[in-house]
């Protein structure tokens, strides 16, 4: 509109650069929220999402929950055993995807890493281990080891290399510059500047988003128990398969006390680390 | 002692932001640089440190020793250069998860070897020396807290006991409105 206006007064094209930039302005402004709507839309007919199939069908989702209720108390002392595996799955999964990312977190850091080739491959190596389901990496690794928590363990590192990566380099893009500039500007070197001025930044994301995919390895390892990779997946699938739901309620109970207990830990860690901040 | 010749550099969009500037300061001068927020004050002072890289012209500094051909050495020279500029940054730079004592040692860095400071941290010297800076200005009984939690004026006490904590001979401050050039007199100010 401020276009053709502008035409019609001085009868010359208008190519001045104040209006462009408020047309521009208000282009903007309209698109994405039509462009969001629109896909709504669109999703809503591909996914055949239907609001009244789902209240129609409700009295079976109780009849379902029914058969969980109430859960198998006895089959706890059997889970104790098959839930240590599944922490301990999860631990170490975690901790070496965390030592590797981390590197490669920092190679794929725009603010860091300037050479291109460098960082599209750590970026690539990300994206790669992101797009390949840890299930698929589970049954490469059973192919190789065996069944077991062995290679369980293996899928999950690789798989979380993905997740880890990224949370951690998106961190390192989002540091204060001014601080790593500083130490640059009394001569340290870049992994000294790393040390100094980067890692002191992002630690208390680091550990967050560390214990955050700790948790989701907990539950992972749940779906590799579908191709024998041990832990209390493999008790929930056999469980499933036997149709003794009441067993099922139970290992999700036991599932459930983890997560809770890992959160607990990651409170108490960041705590200690982001709490010095205050006042002593 | 320090002498900027033709110095300019063009902004990415197209627009040239210095150009052809020319000066020299002396032994114990001190300069400001004065001028409107936008027309390049910054960029002046951070070619002189070279964390912006020049498009053309020579900056040297003469130290004691050998001149510093600034403008274009390698890396290793960089670092050596580096370490006799202080520069105070207009938020100070501080990290403020660090303690104060680290702060100040940050100063440091220049002088340390680099895989030995990655796994053993700094010496005991060097934390002595920090700690004997922050009792020069009286806030040594504030080196374990985290450098967020000081105020601006203390900050900037603490910046400056950082980069002092080092031999230097070019001191550059940058301000809102004036920037300042100080090249030491002595060795007396510094350690």
């Given at each position: 509109m401020v276009n053709q206006t502008y035409q019609k007064k001085t009868g010359q094209r208008y190519t001045e650069e104040p209006q462009g930039n408020l047309e521009r302005f208000y282009g903007n402004k309209y698109l994405i929220p039509l462009f969001l709507f629109l896909f709504f839309i669109w999703s809503v007919i591909g996914t055949d999402f239907n609001l009244k199939t789902l209240?129609?069908?409700?009295?079976?989702i109780l009849d379902f929950v029914g058969c969980m209720y109430p859960p198998e108390f006895d089959a706890f002392s059997n889970l104790v055993k098959p839930a240590i595996e599944t922490i301990q799955m999860a631990f170490l999964g975690t901790l070496f995807a965390a030592l590797i990312s981390f590197p490669l977190a920092i190679l794929a850091a725009k603010n860091l890493t300037t050479s291109r080739l460098l960082r599209n491959t750590s970026k690539g190596i990300i994206a790669f281990t992101r797009t390949v389901p840890d299930i698929v990496f589970a049954l490469i690794f059973v192919s190789a080891v065996g069944l077991g928590t062995f290679p369980g363990t293996l899928a999950l590192s690789c798989h979380s290399i993905g997740m880890l990566g990224k949370l951690y380099g998106e961190a390192i893009e989002e540091i204060d510059p001014q601080p790593l500039e500083a130490v640059e500007a009394v001569g340290a070197s870049r992994i000294q500047s790393i040390k100094y001025a980067v890692i002191p930044q992002i630690l208390p994301s680091?550990?967050?988003?560390?214990?955050?995919?700790?948790?989701?390895?907990?539950?992972?390892?749940?779906?590799?128990?579908?191709v024998g990779a041990g832990g209390i997946g493999f008790e929930l699938i056999y469980a499933m398969k036997l149709f003794s739901y009441r067993e099922v309620a139970s290992i999700l109970i036991v599932i459930f006390i983890i997560i809770i207990l890992s959160e607990k830990v990651s409170d108490?860690?960041?705590?200690?680390?982001?709490?010095?901040?205050?006042?002593? | 002692m320090l002498t900027v010749e033709k110095l300019a550099k063009i902004l990415p969009d197209g627009k040239p932001l210095l150009r052809d500037i020319s000066f020299s300061v002396g032994r114990g001068e001190l300069v400001a640089i004065l001028g409107l927020s936008g027309v390049g004050k910054t960029v002046l002072l951070r070619c002189i440190n070279r964390l912006t890289t020049p498009d053309s012209g020579e900056i040297i500094l003469n130290g004691d020793s050998e001149p510093f051909e600034i403008t274009n050495c390698n890396i290793r020279e960089l670092r050596k250069v580096r370490r006799r500029i202080g520069m105070i940054f207009q938020n100070f730079g501080l990290v403020?998860?660090?303690?104060?004592?680290?702060?100040?040692?940050?100063?440091r860095l220049g002088y340390t070897d680099a895989l030995q400071n990655l796994f053993f941290g700094f010496s005991d010297e060097e934390a002595d020396m920090a700690l004997k800076a922050l009792?020069?200005?009286?806030?040594?009984?504030?080196?374990?807290?985290?450098?967020?939690?000081?105020?601006?004026?203390?900050?900037?006490?603490?910046?400056?006991?950082?980069?002092?904590?080092?031999?230097?001979?070019?001191?550059?401050?940058?301000?809102?409105?004036?920037?300042?050039?100080?090249?030491?007199?002595?060795?007396?100010?510094?350690?």
């Open positions: 209240v129609e069908g409700f009295p079976n680091f550990v967050a988003n560390t214990f955050y995919r700790f948790d989701v390895n907990v539950r992972a390892s749940v779906v590799l128990g579908l108490v860690i960041r705590k200690r680390i982001i709490g010095e901040e205050v006042l002593k | 403020n998860r660090l303690s104060v004592l680290e702060n100040v040692l940050n100063g009792d020069r200005v009286g806030i040594a009984d504030l080196a374990h807290r985290r450098a967020g939690t000081l105020s601006a004026g203390r900050c900037s006490v603490l910046l400056l006991q950082g980069r002092l904590c080092r031999s230097h001979i070019c001191y550059l401050q940058t301000n809102q409105l004036l920037i300042l050039i100080r090249p030491h007199q002595s060795e007396s100010w510094a350690f």
